[in-house]
């Protein structure tokens, strides 16, 4: 949140209990502790405090953490980032498409941050099925380059070299 809105929160808050408002040191310390909060629920938040309480909340920032959890709970859609491994429609959080594009015999290839994991934490994203409809395929890294994991003395007899013999025991002298 900005601290704009903090500030007209707690304003708020102590008009609505008749006290008077905090001095500038106290907010910034306060605004410190609950910067993390977006500013989407506080109205919320307000309200709760007005039902709940005949009294200014002793802890306003501790009681602000304790609301905005609820509401995460009964919000859990508005969650900023979540975080899913496995996503089926990407590779670690990115989208690998192609697409064909006439006159060229070779697809276009494209990489886009997934929407649907948002592993990444990027200021856009895009879905799969929006790529699709936009006329790009999903490439599928993963089992289209899936190679078997060879030891380093067969990769170098396969181009006909011989891998030195390197005597590992310390020798006395």
Not at 70 to 91: G, I, S, V, Y
Not at 117 to 135: F, I, T
């Amino acid at each position: 949140m900005v601290q704009s809105k903090f500030v007209e929160f707690v304003t708020d808050v102590f008009d609505y209990f008749e006290r008077k408002r905090p001095n500038d040191n106290t907010m910034d310390l306060w605004f410190d502790e609950v910067r993390n909060i977006p500013d989407e629920p506080l109205e919320w938040i307000k309200g709760k405090i007005f039902k709940e309480n005949d009294n200014k909340p002793s802890n306003l920032p501790a009681t602000m953490w304790a609301l905005y959890n609820a509401w995460l709970q009964a919000n859990p859609h508005k969650r900023a980032f979540t975080e899913e491994k496995d996503c089926p429609d990407c590779e670690s959080g990115w989208l690998i498409l192609e697409k064909d594009q006439d006159p060229y015999r070779t697809p276009i290839s494209a990489t886009a941050p997934c929407g649907r994991c948002r592993q990444l934490r990027m200021p856009k994203y895009l879905r799969l099925e929006d790529a699709m409809l936009a006329g790009f395929r999903r490439k599928n890294l993963t089992t289209e380059y899936a190679v078997r994991r060879r030891p380093v003395r067969e990769l170098a007899a396969s181009i006909g070299r011989n891998v030195p013999q390197v005597n590992t025991v310390a020798q006395e002298d």
